[in-house]
């Protein structure tokens, strides 16, 4: 008996550190913007902390999120941002919760492997209607790409000032990398003539997701299923094809440092990024519109 007890007090202390609860490890990615070789395991975001415990922001505006949260905003967003793609909260929301741990990492190495990108990730412009200073761009000559910025922006009454700050990317740089993406979108508009109307949008989503692979982008791209029946035979017919080619294609747009090409030929700019503008959609939409309303003239005559 006693040689029994002997043996089982032997196996308990070979077992106790197996007992022992796991802490939680720090695996937030430093704030130094030079530390750009994160493992994966260091760019996983915190999955054991509580309220209680909730580490400090890595940057102004940053919300630390546990996995379990970050996937329930991305889950309740996606849904509800397919439902009502007015809610641009929401999209920005899934934007940021789906882009870890691969995909926002992806963008901000192909920013690394370019010299501009380096530029723009050391320099970190923001593009708003103060930065820009609009009333230059619009003296600019027409074949510019400031003046087809500003002429997209006044024809569609978009404003450069309207983007949601970043809050949910745990990496501060990559955190830049999506504000970035977000405040060029209206320049991607203006590149390819896309209208911001539903289905210009979709059309230009399709374009990001094969450049710039963004979940969010992809998602997107399902909205088409609530577009009417003329405008998803279009999208497949016309701008899904041409989407995909000139996305696949096309160089990194992210790379492009707008602020040092607003003097420059867009015409030029579109031949070195390898990007074709598609049919003119608001054109289309229009003769759509004119030719029904003579079917129906005809009807009732």
Not at 19 to 48: E, I
Not at 250 to 277: C, F, H, M, T
Request: glycine fraction near 6%.
């Amino acid at each position: 008996m006693e040689v029994t007890l002997k043996r089982s007090a032997a196996l308990a202390r070979q077992t106790t550190p197996l007992l022992r609860p796991l802490q939680p490890v720090a695996t937030y990615p430093s704030n130094n913007n030079n530390n750009n070789n994160t493992t994966p395991q260091q760019r996983r975001p915190y999955s054991l902390f509580s309220s209680l415990t909730r580490p400090p922001p890595n940057y102004p505006g940053h919300v630390p999120l546990s996995f379990v949260e970050k996937t329930a905003l991305a889950i309740g967003s996606g849904l509800i941002s397919l439902k009502n793609p007015r809610r641009g909260d929401l999209i920005a929301t899934f934007a940021e919760t789906t882009s870890t741990p691969y995909f926002i990492y992806r963008l901000r190495d192909a920013m690394l492997s370019s010299p501009t990108g380096r530029r723009i990730l050391r320099d970190r412009p923001r593009i708003t209607s103060t930065s820009l200073n609009l009333p230059y761009l619009r003296s600019l000559p027409p074949n510019t790409v400031g003046h087809t910025y500003i002429s997209w922006l006044d024809r569609e009454g978009v404003s450069p000032d309207t983007r949601s700050p970043v809050r949910y990317i745990d990496d501060e740089e990559c955190a830049y990398v999506m504000q970035r993406y977000r405040e060029c979108h209206d320049f991607y508009h203006a590149l390819t003539g896309l209208p911001v109307v539903r289905e210009g949008e979709v059309a230009l989503k399709a374009f990001e997701f094969a450049n710039t692979l963004l979940p969010m982008t992809g998602l997107s791209v399902f909205s088409l299923l609530g577009m009417k029946k003329k405008e998803r035979e279009r999208f497949w017919g016309v701008y899904g094809p041409w989407a995909v080619r000139n996305g696949l294609r096309a160089k990194e747009v992210i790379n492009v440092y707008w602020e040092e090409v607003l003097e420059k030929d867009v015409g030029e700019l579109r031949k070195e990024l390898g990007v074709e503008v598609p049919a003119d959609l608001r054109e289309m939409r229009r003769r759509e519109r004119e030719e029904k309303k003579r079917r129906e003239a005809a009807a009732r005559g």
